[in-house]
Structure formats: C-alpha cells, structure tokens
C-alpha cells in the first residue's frame, strides 16, 4: 500500500504520542496512524505463558526457560563473542550472543535471574541457545496471560516497542463494528473488535498453529473485511469514471465494414464477441473502461483495429500506445498495412524519427488531418495536441503507470476519450474480480486456424552443443531461430555483455548462417534496421535479450531457444514461446536451464512445458508468485492486500463483491467506514 498524500493522513509528522522520526520508521511498514497499527496483525505466536525446564526442552525446538547466571565472559576466539552459563534446577545451557552491547553484558552479571527465550541446540559444550531473547525477572513473578505475538517490522523497530504501540491504539482507539448486526449473523461472523482482540492477544489455550494457518474464525474475519474494503473501494472507482462524458461512437459502418471484407481472414467467434462487447461501450455516453486480454497471437490487434475505425467513422482520433519501439513499430506496420487500402493514414510517432518528420505529424495530428496514430510514450509528450481523441488503446497497459495512462487520456478534449487497455498476459478469475473489478472485462479465448502447436523442450546446459546444431538444421533448411539471453536483472550492462558473448559464440559456431544481435541499448534506427532485416530472412538467428518478448511477427521463425530460462518469469517464457509457431511450420521452444534448480525456478518450468494455454499459465503464475509480484507492475495505485490470499480466499472475494454492492446501494455510510479504516486517503488513488 502506498504512502498517503501529506493531507490525507498524519505522514512523517507523527501523531499524539509518535514523535516524527518513529513515524518515519513506521510509515516503512504502511502504517500512518493509529488505525493502521490496529490493524497490522502478527506473522506469528511465541508461548511464553508457561516456563519449560532446561531438561525438559526439545532440541530444536523453542521454549522459555528461567535460568540463574553462573558465569559470563567476553571470548575472543574464533571470534569475538558473549557467552554466559546459566542453569535451573534441571540442568544448564550456554547463551551465546555474536553481536551484543555492554549493557547486555551486565544484564548477564552473575547471580541474574532471566527469562531466556530461543530455540535449544547441541553444542561443543552442551546445550546452547544462540542469541535468544532475554528478559531480567524477580522470583515469582507472573507470566503472560497470551501468546506473544510477533509483528512484521522494520530496521530500528523493536518488537516490544511495536507491540506497547499497537497496545495502546487499541485502548485509545478502539475498532468497532461497522457491519450490521443482521449481516454478521446471516454470514455467521465473528464481530471485527472480538477478531481484532483475538489476533493481538491470543489466550493460551488457543494453538498458535491455529492461528498461523490463517483458517481461524478471526482471520476469516479480518480478511472479508479487508476484500469488502478493496470492492467498495474498485466499485466506487468504476461508477464515478461511467458518471463522466465521453464522445459517443455510434454504429457507422464504413470503415469496419470495409476492413472486415478486406481482411484474407475470418473472426474468430471470441473476436467477434469481444468486438461486439467493446462497440457497445463505444456508443455509450460515458468513457469506456475495458480490458482486453487474451492469449500470444489471439488476434487482438485486429479486434483494436476496428476500435480505431469506429472512431474514424465518427469523424474522431484514435491513438494506439505501445511500451517499447519494436512493439510499436509492429501494430504501425500490421494496422498501415490493413488501413492503406482503406484510404486511412496512420501516423507513426516515435522518439527515432527525425525531428522534422515528427513535428510536421505532430502539426496534422493536431489540424485533425490525421485521425489515427501509433506511437510509444512519445504520444503523451507536452507538443503532440490529439483535439479529437475520442479512443485511446494502450498495448501491455501494466507497462504504463498511472500518469502515463492519465496524461494519454487528458489529451483529448470535449469530454475523457474511451480507454481500451490490452494485455497477453491473462488474468486469472480472482484477480479479475478483485485488482480489476474496477475494468471491464473482454477475453478472446479462441487462437485463430493454422496457428501451429510449439513443442516445449527442457535441455540442461551441458547439453548447449546438441541445441546448436538443432538451430543449424533448422535454418539450413529455410526456417528462423531466435536466441534469447538470460535475464540479468541486477545489471543492464552485465545482461548486455552476455547478449554480446552469445552473440560471438553463434556467429563462431555457425559460420555458415548469418546471425544477428538485438538489445535494448542498441539505438531505435539499429533496432528497426537488425528487425527489419530478420523479417525479410535475411538474418538467420536473432540473438536477442527480452527486447522481442512481445509484439514480434516473424512467420517463417519456428525456433525459440531461452538460456537459462529459470531466471524469467513464467508469463515471459510463454509471451516468449509465442514468437514462434505464426506460421505452417512445425516449432519448438528449447529451454536450457542451470543446475541446482531452485524450488520456484522448478515449479515454472514443469508449468511451462506441462500447459500451452495462457490462462492456465496466468493461474499457476499466480499461485507461485502470489498476487502481490503478479499484479506489482500494474502501477495503478490500487490497494495490495495485506492479509487475504486471492487464491485460498476466492470463496471470501466472492461474498465481498456481493456485499460491496449492496452495502453500496443500502448502506453507504457502513461503506465509507470500511473503506476509511483499510485504506484512509489511499482508496483516492484509484484513478486510472
């Protein structure tokens, strides 16, 4: 969750009792006043409602001990270090500290009675606990009456400061029930003051097992009452975006007529529905807001094409956004292609066009001579002025923050141009129906005819060689191969590198074929003309980094080789695999990967080989990443959730969108408690 705006909420300031510099650590964990610390809730329980005797302790296992000091000492080898023997009526262990200060040496003075708390294993000299956690106590004193709980936290954030912080909100501050009383029955819950007590305060008879797995009535609690925040917040979004003016686009149908009877092709029957969807939010008087997912060579380009005409029909601009050069420049060249026999110019904006070209396009764009464009970020710069934007398409919209997406869509005037986003990266149900509630929705589900099948084959390195010679077979008899580079995310320039020592080692090995090199350094000219030059079959390997990971056309390419293929994300590997298999001939996707193979990095490949549909794919991504890395790039402010699971929780997200609506409709100040103790100022940053 992001940091609120200053006027929101009490930021770094601090508030009573919270002095500016422990709000500044504070705000590193989200949390900006007291209702945030009420509700950040323990990652797990320690029992030290009861003292184990040292004899009694399972090794490896942690307990509370207490324990007189017999001896303590400074050792200084191997290396400088406290050590202190203690004992109680059973036996004795060592207490080790690595790092330790002076007052904790005299915390260990001889003859101190303590509460040690750690986990107890064998040593060179018995039992020891390293660095556990001591407390000073008198004879007889009472223990806890709960389990203690352990919070995320933060450099120079104590547990026990947090723990005296959240204690106290809790007291001055403290939750009530928002629901009504009618709701929390018919769902059996329990009351959110009861769960909020119950998770920061467990009884000992209660398992911190129970409670750590996150099936226990109180977390259901908490998370309902987190998603329902979430969807009134998404809800809210959406209607105040439908009560805005956007130019209508009636039914014309001219151009998308023309286009369809030009095209060497038939829709898809996911096509069709799709189109038919988005050409009913067109017409409307409010802007549109869709997404328009589906999987690697769907054919959503040509469903944005007709978009772009119906606007051109009405007389209005249409603009279509893409994240990088090479995926730009493609839509240009695929939508010029089918649009010149139309009559229709396209524009194509782009920061390697000369500056004279570029101003006397930006000059018609802005007489409206010019009624379609195509371009990158350059689109969205201060002199390019679009008086007639009726329609905005942004490609790989999750590329795009949200002030990329506004500013493309303040462009227009007379009225918020309609917004068509697409994306290749499917988007499982959950996330559909809680991170983009707020959009809606079209799939095109359907792969277009004589799209061939790709073979998915997982080659260990040792075996480099063998894929060599399977490229020079391939390309000796008339096909393409692309060679991509391992991801390096910690360095451009180390990724650079590699890409260059590919690059040698296949021009080396295959003297025979012409191999070519294509990177995100490279300049846009350079980029296009290496591009330009594999589409015409003059190159015969392309060795690329993840520069052709989407948009890419290339039909007599059937070979997609990925080094070290462990090191990219799964949507990468399939977006990847899906440059290849566009044309009649048979493909395959070769993954060469290193050993030792982490869990995560095993998990992706078995999926990758295992499925070839997207939205199959999307869901594993999911549940190996979890939602807050799958949707991290979406950049559109909208809340991450702190406690629900979209996976384990789906039956909760299901009743939270339920709820949402009617809270929404009967009970609208409940809704706005909700959303106020979740979020505060923060639900304002749904805008895009």
Known sequence: MSAPPPETGPGPRGWPGVGPQLAGRLARLDIFGPQDLILHLPLRYEDETRVTMLADVRPGCAAQCEVTVLHCEVQLRPRRQLVARAADASGEVSLRFVHFYPSQQKQLAP??????????????????????????????????????????????????????????????????????????????????????HLLHAPPPS???????????????RIKLDELLAQQISLRRAYA??????????????TLTRALLTELPFSLTGAQRRAWDEIARDLAAAHPMQRLLQGDVGSG????????????????????????????AEQHYRKLAGWLAPLGLEVAWLSGSRRKREREALIARLAAGELLLAVGTHALIEDPVSLPGLALAVVDEQHRFGVRQRLALREKGRGGAPHMLMMSATPIPRTLAMSYYADLDVSVV???????????????????????????????????????VCPLIEESEALQLKTAEESFALLAAALPDLKVGLVHGRLRNDEKSATMAAFVAGEIHVLVAT????????????????????????LAQLHQLRG?????????????????????????????IYEHADGFVIAREDLRIRGPGEFIGAR????????????????????????????????APAVADAITARWFGGRAALLKA
């Open 635 to 666: 950049q559109s402010g909208v809340p991450l959730l702190r406690h629900a699971d979209l996976e384990a929780d789906a039956d909760l997200v299901a009743v939270a969108r339920d709820l949402a609506e009617t809270l929404l409709r009967d």
């Open 445 to 483: 589900d359907e792969l277009p005819p004589g799209r061939t099948p790709i073979v998915t084959k997982l080659v260990a390195e040792a075996r480099r060689d063998e894929v060599i010679r399977r490229v020079h077979d391939a390309c000796v008899a008339g096909r393409q191969a692309y060679w």
């Open 300 to 327: 959503k380009t040509c469903v944005a094409a007709l978009a772009m005409l119906r606007a051109a029909e009405n007389g209005r601009q249409a603009v279509l956004m893409a994240p990088t050069e090479i995926l």
């Open 546 to 569: 993840t520069v052709i990971e989407v948009g890419v056309d290339v039909p007599n390419a059937s070979l997609m080789v990925i080094e070290h293929a462990e090191r990219f994300g």
């Open 206 to 220: 209660l398992a911190a097992v129970e409670l750590e797995d996150r099936h226990h009535p109180a977390w259901q």
């Open 240 to 253: 105040a975006r439908r009560a805005k003016n956007a130019p209508p686009l009636p039914a014309v149908d």
């Open 111 to 196: 003859g101190a009675r303590l509460r040690v708390f750690g986990e107890v294993r064998p040593g060179f000299f018995g039992a020891e606990m390293i660095h556990p956690r001591v407390r000073p106590v008198a004879e007889g004193e009472s223990l806890p009456e709960s389990l203690t709980p352990v919070y995320p936290t933060t450099a120079g954030l104590a547990q026990s400061a947090l723990r005296k912080l959240i204690g106290g909100a809790m007291r001055h501050h403290p939750p009530r029930e928002d629901l009504p009383d009618e709701v929390v029955r018919r769902l059996d819950l329990m009351a959110l003051p009861d769960a909020l």
């Open 579 to 607: 440059r290849v298999g566009r044309g009649a001939h048979a493909s395959a996707c070769i993954l060469i990967y290193a050993q030792p193979l982490s869990q995560t990095g095993r998990e992706r490949l078995k999926a």
